[in-house]
């Protein structure tokens, strides 16, 4: 692979199928944030002015997907208003002069071909994601978690990392980042090998490990790309302690056969579903917004004084 393969906004090697589709699995309870997701999903909480969700198809769509599949729930049918028309909020905005606003608002409507599915069972992240089988076919995909955001520099959307390994290597990729260690019992620890800047060959993960069970720091957060045989894997995973189906107890199989590459993407994750990071997100987004960016920061450095 050559030196530059991370300094463009994609360097395809061009041996394998393009990724035209992504999945966003969006149907989990939003426990961990109740009671603000008891009607209103987790996923359409806002960071500043946009909902969690909006930034994940907005990411997609920047790494050139063309169809997005969000898996649902019953309660979730805010996510399905949010990319539709709003013929009255419309006509208001421009008959008010707001072109602006008419213009973003209106933009939602058009971002991509996005279609949902209802996971009629909190089954875990490995069943939400079955539910996109017949919507995949039989081509590559993308998995970007709703409950990971991930800001980006400008030009590097995180799929888009991931789908530029995936098309070097022909292989399933999966984002990762090094985790403190009182942390990845609620995530993964995966065996990574280095193979160039910040890519990895991963040969091995396990699901919420014990101590004992750690094999790096490494973890996967809210990002993958996924050839097609992981339907089949899904199928014949069975449900772990909680009766769930994990997703990375299916991939594990994909990594134990040398079938799973690594990317440590350039972005910073925030994790949507968690108290903190949702105003880690709105602090740290909004100290970048043309709007409020200026006052925001006058506002923290008053408030630090005080601490």
């Given amino acids: 692979m050559p030196s530059s393969f ?68 019953r309660g979730k049918s805010l996510i399905e208003d949010h990319f539709d028309h709003a013929p009255e909020l419309e006509d208001k905005l421009r008959s008010s002069g707001k072109q602006d606003l008419f213009d973003q608002v209106v933009s939602l409507a058009h971002l991509c071909n996005i279609q949902y599915v209802r996971q009629k069972e909190t089954r875990g992240l490995g069943h939400a994601v079955g539910c996109a089988k017949s919507f995949v076919g039989n081509e590559p995909f993308a998995v ?8 980006s520099p400008p030009g590097k959307p995180a799929i888009g990392e991931l789908i530029a390994v995936h098309e070097t290597y022909g292989k399933s990729v999966v984002g990762i980042k090094e985790v403190p260690d009182d942390l990845l019992r609620s995530y993964c620890t995966l065996g990574v090998k280095p193979v160039q800047n910040a890519v990895y060959e991963v040969f091995d993960m396990i699901e919420k490990p014990l101590p004992e069970e750690v094999i790096s720091n490494f973890a996967i957060l809210g990002r993958c790309v996924l050839t097609p045989d992981i339907f089949e894997l899904i199928e014949n995973t069975p449900p772990s302690r909680n009766n769930e189906v994990q997703l990375t107890d299916a991939m594990r199989t994909l990594a134990k056969r040398g079938d799973m590459m690594g990317i440590a993407y350039t972005g910073k994750r925030y994790d949507m579903g968690n108290k903190l990071g949702i105003l880690q997100a709105t602090i740290e987004v909004g100290l970048t917004h043309p709007e409020i960016g200026t006052g925001l920061r006058a506002y923290l450095k008053e408030i630090a004084s005080t601490l």
């Fill in 6 to 73: 991370l300094d463009n906004d994609l360097c395809y090697g061009g041996f394998s199928m393009k990724v035209r589709k992504a999945v966003i699995p969006a149907a989990g309870l939003g426990t961990r944030v109740l009671p603000a997701s008891k009607a209103v999903p987790k996923e359409m909480l806002p960071i500043v002015d946009k909902p969690a969700i909006q930034y994940i198809v907005e990411e997609a769509v920047a790494s050139g997907i063309e169809d997005i599949l969000i898996i649902t729930n």
């Fill in 144 to 151: 970007l978690y709703g409950d990971d955001v991930v800001i």
